[in-house]
């Protein structure tokens, strides 16, 4: 046996709960019908999420290697008929923090490595705080927010040896086909972007935009780089690091010490909820994008100031979906819906139950509610009043900020997203590189494939040919992998 490699033969047993009761299904959420939102009483799903965001400290779990920079966002377009949010008027100037990060590796991990990249904004808008927490890649690995923590745990080293070991990661996405798509992406060269400028953000899940008259639109959000997109290719990933293992970090920071301060347009793509029905796959499923749909643009942002302290301000940024404003809403998205608590949950953790009152999470409006106490608290409250409601300090509701209706039909349940569509999109991907970056791809992901036990390398093998023949019998090859045994498994796939 290799260092790091897992025993075959484990004797099967009951998965249970951190109070012994046996576990009953751990693959999905449950949901307030096929399409609902996910329920809050799936207990399962909650203390995974909080035994989760609490397994470190004070680092954090993912995208603790992260980079921040401050600056503006203007609306270029006026959208007051799909969303109540004031920051989409035209004109209108917002300031904005931003944390680019890896997802993966440590605090002092190099910027070479391969790794999905955050991209991650604070808009201080006038509603209060919006953040767009996203990454460089448009879709994600699973799509229940369920799988985040064992997914985060095959990517991380083996906790015997602290070495990172392909085998683990392969184990697990080869039970995991919807990820083939944004292994795809993680492969390619996008895997090791040349640098922070110039790479593209997504927003990756669907959200919703509602206007004043509480009517939705599905949106998805992309940041597009003024600068162009470049990445590095396998063979000057040792060049680089070897100059400077933070490079990513140090052409940020220089470029705007300069003077050249970067620039990205964001987009927007917009669905009708009558239009959901029409696709082969579920629009709200985050492992897919929607290929069809138009970008419409609706702003640029400008970082121009660096940090004046690095732990004040980009290590204690505090970012998470659940920060928004009306105007914009979560889908039903599982994986969002997820996403929405721990983020919260984790930061409520790292930096305690009044982080958002440090200087970088603070809203540029005066705050009003009845929250108090809790360590590090430096409000200034005077009033004897932390209730409502109360006629001696009244705090009113606004109905206007309230969330819009859902329809919603059936059972509680606990099962897969149907259609799946697992592969077409990968195999679109493929098929969009050039020859060079395919070859990148296939040597690149073959390469690190190979390391896997034989039954999880073949049934990546198969997900990939299912993809696209050229790409999975090129990858098979590398991997030193059998094509037959390949095409066999991908024969009993459905898209």
């Given amino acids: 046996m290799t260092l790091g490699a897992l025993p075959l033969s484990i004797q099967a047993a009951d998965m249970t709960q951190d109070n012994g009761a046996v576990v009953g299904d751990n693959q999905n959420s449950q949901t307030a019908g096929a399409h609902g939102p996910v329920l809050l009483q799936d207990v399962h799903l909650i203390q995974k999420l909080q035994r989760f ?39 209108t100037v917002t300031p904005v923090f931003v944390r680019f990060s890896s997802v993966v590796h440590g605090t002092h991990s190099p910027e070479t490595l391969r790794d999905p990249r955050g991209f991650a904004t604070k808009f201080y808008t006038a509603d209060g705080n919006w953040d767009l927490v996203g990454n460089n890649f448009p879709t994600f690995f699973i799509r229940d927010a369920i799988k985040f923590p064992d997914m985060v745990h095959a990517f991380k080293p083996d906790p015997r040896t602290n070495l990172d070991d392909d085998s683990r990661r392969f184990d697990f996405f080869s039970h995991v086909p919807e990820s083939t798509r944004t292994l795809t992406e993680l492969y390619s060269n996008a895997g090791i972007p040349a640098s922070y400028r ?64 970067p620039k990205w347009d964001l987009y927007v ?8 029905g029409r696709y082969e796959f579920d629009p709200l499923d985050a492992t897919k994008v929607w290929p069809d749909v138009p970008l419409r643009k609706v702003g640029q942002m400008v970082l121009n100031r660096n940090p004046a302290n690095v732990f004040q301000e980009t290590e204690q940024v505090a970012m998470a979906p659940s920060n928004l404003i009306p105007g914009i809403e979560p889908s039903e998205d599982r994986l969002l819906q997820g996403r929405l608590f721990s983020y919260a949950d984790t930061q409520m953790y790292r930096l305690g139950a009044n982080a958002l009152q440090l200087p970088i999470n603070a809203a540029k409006k005066s705050i009003n509610n009845a929250n108090q106490d809790g360590a590090l608290n430096s409000a200034s409250t005077t009033t004897g009043v932390n209730y409502q409601p109360s006629r001696l300090l009244p705090r009113s509701e606004s109905t206007a900020a309230r969330y819009s209706s859902l329809p919603l039909s059936g059972q509680t349940q606990q099962t897969k997203l149907r259609p799946e569509q ?74």
């Fill in 198 to 261: 110039e790479m593209d953000g997504n927003g990756v899940h669907a959200y919703k935009f509602v206007n004043a008259e509480n009517k939705v639109h599905y949106v998805k959000f992309h940041w597009k780089s003024l600068q162009g997109t470049r990445n590095l290719t396998p063979k000057n990933v040792a060049q680089v690091q070897g100059a400077d293992y933070s490079h990513m970090t140090n052409d940020l920071v220089s470029h705007i010490s300069k003077g050249n301060f």
């Fill in 269 to 276: 793509q917009l669905l009708k909820p009558e239009e959901m």
């Fill in 422 to 495: 697992n592969f077409k999109q990968a195999g679109d991907l493929y098929r969009s590189f050039s020859s060079k970056e395919r070859q990148d791809l296939i040597d690149s992901f073959g390469g690190s494939l190979a390391s896997a036990d034989d039954v999880s390398k073949h049934h990546i093998l198969s997900f990939l040919y299912k993809a696209d023949p050229e790409y999975g019998t090129g990858v098979t090859h590398v991997a030193k992998g059998d094509l037959r045994r390949v095409q066999e498994l991908a024969s009993h796939l459905l898209d």
């Fill in 53 to 91: 965001d609490r397994e470190r400290i004070p680092e954090r779990v993912v995208h603790a290697r992260g980079t921040g920079a401050h600056g503006t966002f203007t609306a270029t377009d006026n959208l007051g008929e799909l969303t109540k949010a004031r920051l989409f008027t035209m004109g």
